[in-house]
């Protein structure tokens, strides 16, 4: 408490406070004594955590208003206002606002008087220089708090003065900067109109000049002239800020203003106060032309000074000239200029976003279609989030918060919304095609929307767009990069993709004809064309200014397709969203089909055949047909398919039409199949049956890019997973053999559409990289020619250099070692060897590109070939999950085990990676651990009994643990699936197996006996693969493994014991038997395997365990290295489970010549002990020891350390008592400890003096149960824990058998066992002595730390018997009673 006082004093000091500080010192100490609980707000208060500051202001304020004139009010201010001057900056302002509170809390404080102890505090003429910093903030935060609390503005005198203070703050610039200004505007924004106009001419002089020289004094300007225009105009007269001359200044301080708030990105206020000053007298547009795009935008250029600083702050990587200190390259300091947009461009864009609900719609028009609006889209495009600022989502929440505000005006939103869309970079529009900022258009404006977008479509308005080109695009040379075809391509893409999008948005209400027209417009525009305009449909009176070119068609119909998977995903049989309870699938081709009857208006792009139009013809009656089984789930999934290939047809008709006949075909034999004979039948024709077919289309289709394809996919084949036949899932499990599909690749054509992915993307990306590119620097250019050059070294093979040197040499220009002509080349001579060197140089450079293609077509390849492996993992998948009780999921484990292990062997790419997951989680999830499983082998018996042995021998010689692991599993699968058949479909010969076998296993169980699991057979399989395990140096198999095996076959794992039991001890390697004792310490503890053996088998098991362990800890407390360390603990850890079993089991058996082992070894296992050999297990050998000890009837020896604690403290000196001394005891301790130390020197003394003189009687049984006590510390030797004086206690001894714990617990008569001697009947009288002695120690005096042995010893001869324990309490009654008596 002396500490905590002393820094609360020494806490608030600071200068000018041994003035006033008078009686505070004895004022303080009494609040410390007084509540600690009320110092300990002032520290919560200043901690950085928002949460804890407000709860610590809350509880100091209910605190002081229980004692609102005691000390603590004074105390309280004291600290506060030492707060505010803190040397911590993030604690200056908690104090502030917890000082505001404070008085808006307690009224009664006069400001005055609190401003007053401010000024006093800091004192800024008294101020030495290191502190003027601290009293500079101190004065600020504390006019601050004063206007926090509300009260400012109502007191005058307080008020003045606060203004006074703030303008002298305000000459100490380079401290506080403008914050004193700043706080002045905002207190003068809050004071009534009168006492503004009292304060205004003390605050703001009349020189205009001055005014346009500060922002401060301009917002301070703008202030009175908004709310005492009559005053300002007195003391300035009438002024024309937007006049020609006062404009530059304008500008100049906006520049400063927005420098300021750089870091804060946000708007200056004294920004928006001119802008609502243009507004209010009608000078806007002057003030957006002048000011802001003429002066802002045209005068934003950096210092160079400044753009060396920002530079060498964070050089970017493009403008470095190479490796070492950071040097522009030449022309980097303009690329500096133009990658580093100043804070005037981001001032601007807010000016922009705030003005948007200011405007009418001209001046909207104005503003949008200006210099501003351009430059914001070249920002758009050149900025890169990752290393620069991009002002795109601070400006969707402008326009967002615009849309929201006039819902009422769906003119307003639509000319910003279409604005906004028509700033364009060489016809791409800058803003996304996903832009979340349309869920807040009205049903009108979006209309509205809608209309536009297909009109900009049909009809592209170059002229009406705000167009533009970056600096890079304007320097290239390509021509036909400013040709209006190639805008007019970029902007029909993006205009398809956003009308999608628009439908895509689920946040956005959309009614369900604007869903339709977007959709007939994607699907009339990407697949018809018109030959003549009719009234039926409106589509055809629709006319294109420019021709829709296949390209921009190819892109309208992916559109379409990615339109339509969104319809059947959201809008899914709603009958709110579809009419007539039709899906949008089936709406489009019934319009569709309308179209083609229009064959007189309406044609479509690619002409269909003859049989095409049957095609499209059987499959509309097809659907006709499906109607009748509307109510089956396979039925609407065959439609879904049917409708989705119908589609298709119009885009590739000749592929679709065969496509289209097959599946016809094949919904007619689902649907038409009754029986299972007609299956049959189909299956053994010479025709494929229709699941066959129907699993080929679905792999066709999955070849395609398309995740609506991939969906239906999975639905229709979840549906025909109940037909599907060996044939079928062959076909399926071709694909994904890693072997055969790199070399049949002619089964399925796996499609790139990479293009039409990037289609879809809502930017054209590779025009914006080509501008990106064009930012980077010149180095990165070359760079890429260095990685070139060595890309092309490193290619060039020994002909191209004997070439080379042919070339060389039939120029004669090499020299040999003899040669002697030194003559020149000539002209002729040099031109020729060049024009050689340059064409087998060209050769090369060619053979070059022709391998990187063929090496790039091989990757792509590949890519593509695992792309489609992951798609059609869907359909083994849904295989799994729909029947996992069909026989053929059985054929599943070996083509999964290959990808797996293929897979883990070159898991390099993420492709591969996300391969190999998919197929671990399908193997484990949906069918190791799957609920059910095939219950209907027939003659698959024995075949899996085979491919048991197959899996256990794989996963043996398996290189990878994890894969052995796999395979592991398997078999544990299959061996989970033979023992859950019955016998009834099992053939003859594995019925008798497990009949002959009964005999060997005592207690068989029905299901065991009827199922078709051959343990005869299996045995050997899982005996060889634990035999490997125990016995191999590096195994793949681990001990989890065989722990699964064994909880989940309980009968097997009987068979498998004695492969352990052998493996316990012998020749075999330490590691190898530490893992045969943990296996059967967790088996032996398994219920079911003990319900598989009769009580003699039981026994047998045991006492051979026991025989072997016995044999391991002959070597206990030898072990030399690690593993045979853990052979030691192993040993002790499996019989300690084995005493525990027979404890339970009540077994009979001899430990004598156990106990003599272990006695044997005491001294090696302490000596090892001392030594510190293997020190990290020692102590868990050592406690493993005596807990077996224990069992056998032998205590552990108790520590030197805890006798010395029963020698009277009287010996000990002095000396040692303080150096064991540690700390401060409680008082209570203490005294009690002098009391009882003369009577606890005395009862310990008396059993020293007369140890076998004394009779057992009540006033000596303390020094009996010391006497007792005695032998047992004694016992280092390990012999049982009894009095050994007395001539009638029987004792163990390596002659004497041990008796079982099941004896020791009940203390039953004594018997003979193997011949041994019973024990004598006198060891309870004696043990009776012990137990009448406890009482008497119970009350004695004595200090607690001898308790704890007490306990142990009662505790132990309660575990030996209970009778006696319950003799001993009644005796324990008595004794407290006398004692209470006397």
Avoid at 639 to 646: I, R, T
Avoid at 950 to 972: E, I, P, W
Avoid at 1155 to 1180: D, E, F, K
């Amino acid at each position: 408490m002396a500490e905590i006082d002393g820094q609360d004093v020494a806490e608030p000091t600071s200068p000018g406070e041994a003035t006033q500080s008078g009686a505070l010192p004895a004022d303080r100490h009494g609040l410390l004594q007084h509540s600690r609980e009320f110092l300990d707000f002032f520290w919560d208060i200043a901690k950085p955590q928002q949460e804890t500051r407000l709860e610590a202001t809350e509880k100091l304020l209910e605190y002081l208003r229980t004692r609102p004139q005691g000390s603590e009010m004074k105390y309280a201010l004291k600290r506060l206002i030492t707060g505010l001057g803190v040397g911590r900056e993030t604690a200056r302002p908690c104090y502030s606002l917890a000082l505001a509170q404070l008085l808006q809390s307690f009224e009664d404080i006069s400001l005055c008087s609190i401003l007053q102890q401010i000024q006093e505090k800091y004192d800024l003429h008294q101020m030495k220089k290191a502190m003027m910093r601290p009293a500079l903030f101190g004065n600020l935060f504390g006019v601050l708090a004063l206007f926090q609390s509300g009260r400012l503005v109502k007191d005058r005198e307080a008020l003045m003065k606060s203004v006074k203070l703030l303008q002298a703050l305000s000459l100490h610039h380079n401290h506080l900067q403008e914050q004193p200004q700043k706080a002045l505007v905002d207190i003068l924004s809050e004071v009534p109109e009168a006492m503004l106009q009292e304060i205004l001419p003390k605050v703001l002089r009349g020189d205009l000049n001055m005014v346009l020289g500060s922002p401060e004094l301009l917002e301070l300007f703008l202030l009175a002239q908004k709310k005492v225009p009559e005053k300002l105009e007195s003391m300035m007269g009438s002024v024309n800020l937007f006049s020609d001359e006062n404009v530059p200044r304008l500008v100049n301080v906006l520049r400063t203003a927005a420098t300021a708030v750089k870091k804060e990105r946000k708007l200056p206020r004294m920004a928006l106060d001119l802008l609502h000053l243009a507004l209010k007298e009608d000078k806007f547009p002057r003030f957006w032309k002048e000011v802001v795009e003429q002066g802002l935008l045209k005068k934003q250029s950096w210092p160079a000074r400044y753009m060396w600083h920002l530079f060498s702050l964070h050089p970017p990587p493009c403008l470095l000239r190479g490796g070492g200190p950071p040097v522009l390259r030449p022309g980097g300091l303009r690329a500096l200029t133009r990658l580093c947009p100043t804070p005037l461009s981001y001032l601007c864009f807010r000016l922009l976003g705030t003005a948007l609900p200011l405007l009418s719609k001209e001046q909207l028009q104005m503003v949008l279609r200006g210099d501003l609006i351009r430059h914001y889209g070249e920002h758009m495009v050149t900025a890169k989030p990752p290393s620069q600022f991009r002002f795109g989502p601070e400006m969707d929440e402008y326009v967002g918060t615009f849309l929201e505000g006039c819902k009422d005006d769906p003119e307003q939103q639509l000319a910003v919304l279409v604005a906004f869309s028509s700033v364009t970079n060489q016809g791409l529009p800058v803003v996304p095609t996903v832009w979340r900022v349309v869920q807040f258009l009205s049903p009108p404006a979006l209309q509205g929307y809608v209309a536009w977008l297909q009109n900009m479509f049909l009809q592209p308005n170059l002229d009406s767009l705000v167009d533009f080109s970056t600096a890079n695009q304007k320097k290239a040379q390509d021509a036909s990069l400013h040709v209006p075809e190639r805008a007019v391509f970029r902007l029909r893409k993006w205009l398809i993709h956003r009308l999608v999008s628009i439908v895509d948005n689920m946040h956005l209400e959309k009614e369900d004809a604007l869903v339709e027209q977007v959709a007939r417009f994607c699907l009339f525009h990407a697949f018809f064309v018109t030959k003549k305009p009719t009234s039926q449909i409106p589509e055809t009176k629709q006319k294109f200014s420019f021709p829709l070119e296949g390209q921009s068609r190819e892109v309208v119909g992916n559109a379409f397709f990615s339109l339509l998977q969104t319809l059947s995903t959201h809008f899914k049989q709603a009958p709110d969203q579809t009419r007539g309870g039709q899906s949008w699938a089936y709406r489009l081709v019934q319009w569709a089909d309308k179209l083609l009857n229009h064959s007189r208006g309406v044609t479509t792009v690619l002409p269909f055949t003859t049989q095409q139009h049957q095609a499209w013809d059987r499959m509309l009656q097809t659907l006709r047909d499906l109607e009748a089984h509307s109510t089956e789930a396979r039925a609407a999934a065959f439609q879904h398919l049917l409708l989705l290939v119908g589609i298709h047809l119009f885009k590739s008709p000749a592929e679709c039409c065969d496509l289209l006949n097959d599946i016809q075909t094949c919904i007619k034999k689902s649907l038409g199949e009754k029986s299972r004979r007609s299956r049959t039948k189909a299956t053994n024709s010479q025709e494929p049956a229709w699941v066959e077919v129907l699993v080929e289309i679905l792999l066709s289709l999955l070849a395609q890019p398309s995740h609506l394809m991939r969906q239906v996919a999975r639905s229709v084949f979840g549906h025909i997973c109940p037909h599907l036949t060996p044939r079928a899932l062959q076909l399926i499990l071709d694909v994904l053999n890693p072997e055969t599909s790199q070399d049949e690749d002619e089964n399925v054509v796996v499609t790139d559409d990479s293009d039409k992915q990037q289609l879809e993307n809502t930017e054209d990306e590779s025009d914006d990289s080509e501008d990106n590119k064009n930012a980077e620097s010149e180095d990165e250019s070359e760079e890429e020619e260095e990685s070139e050059e060595e890309d092309r070294d490193g290619d060039v093979d020994q002909g191209f250099r004997e070439q080379l040197m042919a070339v060389l040499q039939a120029g004669k220009a090499l020299g040999g070692a003899d040669s002697e002509d030194e003559e020149e080349l000539g002209d002729e001579a040099m031109m020729a060897l060049d024009q050689s060197l340059a064409s087998l140089f060209a050769e090369q450079k060619l053979r070059i590109q022709a391998r990187r293609d063929e090496k790039n077509k091989l990757q792509k390849e590949k890519t593509l070939r695992r792309d489609f492996q992951i798609r059609v993992l869907d359909l083994i998948e849904v295989l799994a999950i729909k029947q996992p009780e069909n026989r053929l999921v059985l054929e599943l484990l070996q083509p999964l085990l290959r990808i797996i292990r293929r897979s883990m062997r070159t898991s390099s790419s993420q492709q591969e990676q996300e391969l190999l997951h998919k197929t671990a989680r399908i193997f484990t999830h949906h069918l190791c651990r799957a609920r059910r499983y095939c219950h209907d082998l027939g003659d698959l018996v024995e075949t899996l009994h085979a491919q048991v042995e197959q899996l256990v021998q794989q996963a043996s010689r398996q290189a990878d643990s994890s894969v052995a692991l796999y395979h592991f599993n398997a078999s544990l699968y299959l061996l989970r699936v033979l023992k859950g058949n019955s016998g009834e479909g099992c053939a003859p010969e594995t019925q008798k197996k497990p009949r002959a076998g009964t005999n060997t296993i005592p207690k068989p169980k029905g299901p065991q006996t009827a199922s078709c699991l051959d343990l005869n057979f299996v045995t050997p399989v899982y005996s060889s693969a634990l035999s490997s395990f125990l016995s191999k140096r590096n195994s793949p198999l681990t001990a989890p493994m065989f722990l699964s095996l064994f909880s989940r076959h309980p009968v097997l794992c009987k068979s498998l014991l004695p492969v352990l039991v052998q493996h316990i001890a012998g020749p075999t390697r330490p590691r190898h038997q530490a893992q045969a004792c943990l296996l059967l310490q967790k088996t032996l503890t398994m219920r079911e395997l003990r319900a598989c053996f009769e009580d003699p088998e039981w026994k047998q098991l045991v006492g051979q365990v026991l025989a072997k362990v016995t044999e391991n800890l002959r070597a206990l407390g030898q072990a030399q290295t690690k593993s045979e360390h853990q052979k030691e603990l192993s040993s002790l850890e499996l019989l300690n489970t084995l005493f525990r079993s027979i404890n339970h089991e009540k077994l009979t058996l001899d430990l004598t010549g156990l106990l003599g082992v272990l006695q044997g070894q005491q001294q090696s296992l302490q000596q090892s002990l001392r030594q510190g050999a293997h020190s990290t297990g020692s102590n868990r050998l050592y406690d493993l020891y005596w807990q077996a000890m224990k069992v056998l009837g032998v205590q552990r020896p108790k520590l030197e350390k805890k006798d010395t604690k029963e020698v009277p403290s009287a010996v000990q000196s002095p000396v040692s008592m303080k150096r064991k001394k540690k700390g401060f005891l409680p008082e209570t301790k203490k005294r009690k400890k002098r009391k009882s130390e003369d009577v606890t020197q005395e009862e310990v003394a008396k059993p020293v003096a007369t140890a076998e003189e004394q009779s057992p009687s009540t006033g000596k049984k303390k020094r009996k149960r010391t006497k007792a006590k005695a032998p047992a510390q004694s016992q280092v030797n390990g012999t049982p824990a009894v009095k050994r004086p007395a001539p009638d206690t029987s004792t163990l001894s390596p002659s004497t058998p041990a008796k079982t714990p099941k004896l020791q617990k009940k203390q039953q008569k004594p018997s003979q066992v193997n011949g041994a001697a019973p024990v004598s009947p006198t060891e309870p009288a004696v043990k009776k002595k012990h137990q009448k002695a406890l009482p008497k120690k119970e009350v004695s005096g004595k200090s607690p730390q001898s308790a704890l042995p007490r306990k142990k010893a009662r505790l132990s001869l309660a575990s030996r018997s209970p009778s006696l324990l319950q003799r001993g309490a009644r005796k324990k009654k008595v004794q407290v009673k006398k004692v209470k008596r006397s």
